[in-house]
């Protein structure tokens, strides 16, 4: 059994298998977590695999998720009002798209898929294949890292945040979301949740495991509750319940698959929020 990410115990309790992944969870500190671990390279094959189609809703869902982010932007100007910000995990860069439209930011992006800096690069933003943990950037030092829907990806978690506090300056702000996996949705449908059938997901956060995690890395929270998601519409919704749990050997799946086209046709009338889905924190460097 492996050594828990946050408190460094050999504590674990399965508590289900969910296709050949089976949870455990920490008696210790209470996250739960795949285990064993994929390889760094299990890892990346994962990210590589996926991400075509993950890019390709970020076009379809392009306005959904720009107004997320500027809802997020917002909030971090009511803590700092300027500065060197890196996104880590920036995708195609939708949050340094909307940064970059305030003149009193500098803002960076990191991301280990080259199709997401492919992306970045040709709205030409500052962005680059790396991980934060791996990546150098001399003397520089940020006033800001955000982090949105990442921190489940990472295989040391608590790593990553001693890397992001080393490279805050001093009183700098670490923002952050994840998946809850004590969230409404995660609550209903139990081992049937979203977060549990990602393979890219390899811990499961609640407010408390997050918590204890960034102030075990140094920070002080300033901000922590379990957010709505962002807007998102039917198609969506139909397209996410078929790339999770469909296959062509159900006759009924198969059907349902075929219809997919068919909820685009909602989209313009219907609107949704999944309802109190992630851990959104804000902390502060001590």
């Known amino acids: 059994m492996q050594v828990c990410a946050i408190c460094k115990k ?63 932007f917002r909030d971090l100007k009511r803590i700092k009002r300027k500065g060197l910000l890196v996104d880590v995990g920036c995708g195609p860069g939708v949050f340094l798209e909307v940064v970059s439209k305030d003149k009193n930011w500098q803002p960076y992006g990191l991301d280990l898929s080259s199709e997401a800096i492919k992306i970045a690069k040709q709205k030409k933003l500052s962005a680059r294949v790396a991980a934060l943990t791996k990546t150098s950037f001399g003397k520089k030092k940020f006033d800001v890292i955000t982090a949105f829907q990442l921190i489940e990806h990472d295989r040391d978690p608590l790593s990553f945040l001693t890397a992001a506090r080393a490279k805050l300056k001093d009183g700098g702000v670490l923002m952050m979301t994840t998946p809850s996996a004590t969230g409404f949705l995660a609550r209903v449908m139990r081992k049937s949740w979203f977060g549990y059938h990602n393979h890219e997901h390899l811990y499961f956060f609640s407010p408390e495991s997050l918590s204890y995690l960034v102030k075990k890395a140094g920070f002080e929270i300033v901000l922590l509750k379990t957010e709505h998601g962002r807007v998102i519409k039917p198609f969506y919704v139909w397209g996410r319940l078929t790339n999770y749990y469909y296959t062509e050997k159900n006759l009924l799946n198969s059907l349902l698959y075929k219809t997919l086209s068919i909820f685009k046709i909602f989209d313009k009338f219907i609107h949704l929020r999944e309802p109190w889905v992630n851990v959104y924190l804000v902390a502060r460097k001590k």
């Not at 209470?30 to 590589?48: M, R």
């Open 10 to 72: 050999r504590n674990f309790k399965k508590e289900f298998k969910v296709k050949d992944r089976i949870i455990f969870r920490c008696r210790n500190c209470g996250i739960l977590a795949v285990s064993p671990l994929p390889s760094n390279t299990g890892v990346k094959k994962v990210i590589d695999k996926v991400s075509k189609h993950f890019y390709d809703e970020y076009h379809d869902e392009y306005e959904s998720y720009y107004n997320y982010f500027v809802d997020k």
